[in-house]
């Protein structure tokens, strides 16, 4: 059974964890809610202690066939697109290396074409003699070719669901492999399968009521603590953000995750699901991730570019346009005009460098930690 025979029952047949989690994000009094953070905070340094992973994202490429009407990337918007050579992914990486990162997560738009079969894999082996820990974000593969970005040298996969609404799911994906709902959702058991060794998941919230899509994420982890429990899962709750197509995005009020209901579904996730790791990105304002990395944030990314090439400009001499999903070559005007580069695929607001989130982490008694995992460690056992 995966977890699909399970999600299909909710929000019917509940666990008593599912009912716990459940009464934590119902309304809460101020006082309620200031009770739950100090318990939030108190259960994140008795498991994981003053530790504060740091990561960045790496984008490779963002073609992509899908329409997805929140994203940057979708088919139909007429953005530049690029998919970063051998030389440029290096180019990008060596950067992302002398800034201090050890840990990178690969992200890709899905498309045959460009992201085509090996693609990934030569990916992960470019990076591997920088990294110790390669994750990858993106789109949906079968048992055997998780095994083989395995081998290759990933070890993590974050996957979001983006909804866990079946029906604002069906009208957001108007086209393109990403429209099934179930492979989609099954992406971490096939992963696990696959051998990794971490499995994130999460929303985009602002698509649908954030209660419901909070108690379908509470399901995932709890299925995913009891079928893939050999691996360190995270948890991930991102909010929707101006993105190409529609950078005057206005979060719709009726789904919302106001600041407030943030923290308490943080709150509510640590409290309930104790071990698991909680990733705060650069989506979020800088004063905000300051006041809320305490009370439980164990995984946050710094100096983010969300964009191929973003962080050297590297490929920006092979850009192209996309209108509809078909390719076209940029204009002489468009190129003699300089300081192109490719679409990113939402905006960040937390812009600091690692640096900086790493003096932070120091001023609040935290310690930000670059490597937690080597390869040398499974030479012995």
Not at 344 to 366: N, V
Request: hydrophobic share 35%; net charge negative; with cysteine.
């Amino acid at each position: 059974m995966s977890f699909v025979d399970q999600f299909n029952q909710l929000p019917h047949e509940q666990s008593a964890k599912l009912r716990q989690f459940s009464a934590l994000i119902a309304d809460k009094t101020n006082l309620e809610l200031e009770s739950m953070a100090i318990e939030s905070q108190s259960l994140t340094q008795k498991h994981f202690g003053k530790a504060v992973r740091l990561f960045a994202p790496l984008y490779v490429s963002n073609e992509c066939v899908n329409n997805c009407s929140y994203c940057g990337f979708s088919r139909d918007n007429p953005i530049l697109r690029v998919t970063l050579s051998k030389e440029q992914i290096l180019q990008e990486a060596q950067h992302l290396y002398d800034l201090g990162h050890r840990s990178v997560l690969l992200v890709a738009g899905e498309h045959p074409k460009f992201v085509s079969q090996g693609y990934l894999q030569e990916c992960c082996r470019l990076l591997a003699p920088l990294f110790s820990s390669i994750s990858i974000e993106v789109g949906p593969m079968e048992d055997h070719q998780y095994a083989e970005l395995v081998f290759a040298g990933a070890e993590g996969l974050i996957v979001y669901q983006e909804t866990y609404d079946r029906d604002i799911y069906k009208e957001l994906h108007t086209s393109g492999p990403k429209k099934n709902f179930d492979w989609r959702l099954e992406c971490p058991e096939r992963a696990y399968a696959g051998g990794f060794r971490r499995i994130g998941v999460g929303a985009l919230f602002g698509l649908a009521d954030w209660r419901t899509e909070a108690l379908s994420l509470a399901a995932h982890i709890e299925y995913l603590r009891k079928h893939c429990w050999k691996a360190q899962l995270t948890v991930a709750f991102p909010r929707m953000q101006p993105y190409a197509g529609n950078y005057q995005y206005e979060p719709d009020p009726n789904k919302f995750l106001d600041d407030r209901s943030f923290v308490q579904l943080l709150c509510a996730f640590r409290i309930c699901f104790p071990q698991v790791g909680i990733v705060l990105s650069t989506r979020e304002p800088a004063a905000f991730r300051d006041s809320v990395i305490p009370l439980g944030a164990t995984h946050i990314s710094a100096g983010s570019h969300t964009e191929p090439g973003g962080y050297t400009n590297a490929g920006c001499d092979d850009l192209h346009r996309t209108v509809r999903g078909r390719i076209e070559d940029l204009a002489e005007e468009e190129k003699e005009a300089g300081d192109l580069k490719a679409t990113e695929q939402f905006q960040i607001d937390d812009t600091r460098s690692p640096k900086e989130m790493q003096a932070l982490l120091k001023e609040k008694g935290l310690e930000a930690v670059w490597k937690d995992w080597d390869e040398a460690l499974l030479l012995n056992s």
